[in-house]
């Protein structure tokens, strides 16, 4: 899987816009980039995956440039619920069918205040 | 909305003892998995099971650890000995088959002492 790198925390306050930024240079072309959102003695849940361009949810969107080597999350107008550790995770996640394990990293803990 | 369950949600027991951990994935799925997380530490693959068998595993997941499907919707992780290091949240994880999100359970703590 290729290695990522993102900020070890953030700070926002209720009802801004949070990005937070990935770095993937060594994506494989059949990787997908995929984000998951963990809460305090919680599983991680899923967020949002794309593979380029943009995609957009009900939670949140994803910016992947053309080079795919970087990945913006976008969160709009965060609350206080927002606070959790976000991952970004690369690789080819399907697998044979959607075997493939998942690697996470350190992620970036997001800190929403009043 | 489906979702996989784990039980028990806290479970205290003594070094050397053997502890099973249990999940119920969602139900059409067919890949599952075992995570484990440390306090303050990253969430860490242990081992993953398609079609009744291991089709991955860790180097965490030694000889001390082993997951059984007994039935057609429970997915166990069994540690025969534990040790004190093995104080962990573990979370059960499930995928469709071609699918790439997985769900996780909301965890097991185990704390050994």
């Known amino acids: 899987l290729a290695k990522t790198t993102q900020p070890i925390s953030m700070d926002s306050y209720e009802g801004q816009e949070v990005n937070i930024t990935c ?88 800190k929403v205040e009043l | 909305e489906p979702e996989v369950t784990q039980t028990p949600s806290h479970q205290v027991t003594q070094m050397g003892q053997e502890v099973i951990l249990r999940c119920v994935p969602i139900s059409n799925h067919l890949y599952f998995y075992w995570y484990r997380q440390i306090l303050g530490q990253k969430v860490e693959f242990l081992v993953s099971f398609y079609n009744n068998e291991i089709s991955e595993k860790s180097e965490i997941f030694d000889d001390q650890f082993s997951v059984e499907r007994p039935d057609g919707s429970n997915f166990t992780l069994k540690i025969r000995s534990t040790k004190l290091e093995d104080s962990a949240m573990y979370f059960c994880a499930s995928i469709q088959f071609g699918a790439r999100e997985q769900y996780f359970g909301p965890g097991t703590r185990l704390t050994v002492t």
């Open chain 1, 23 to 110: 770095s993937h240079n060594n994506i494989a072309t059949n990787d997908y980039i995929t984000w998951y959102q963990q809460f305090p003695s919680q599983g991680p849940r899923f967020i949002i995956q794309g593979y380029k361009t943009k995609v957009t949810n009900e939670v949140a969107s994803l910016f992947i440039p053309a080079d795919r080597k970087s990945s913006t999350l976008s969160l709009p107008r965060v609350s206080l619920s927002d606070t959790a550790v976000y991952y970004c995770l690369v690789g080819d996640l399907s697998g044979t069918g959607g075997g493939n394990k998942l690697t996470f990293g350190t992620g970036t803990q997001l």
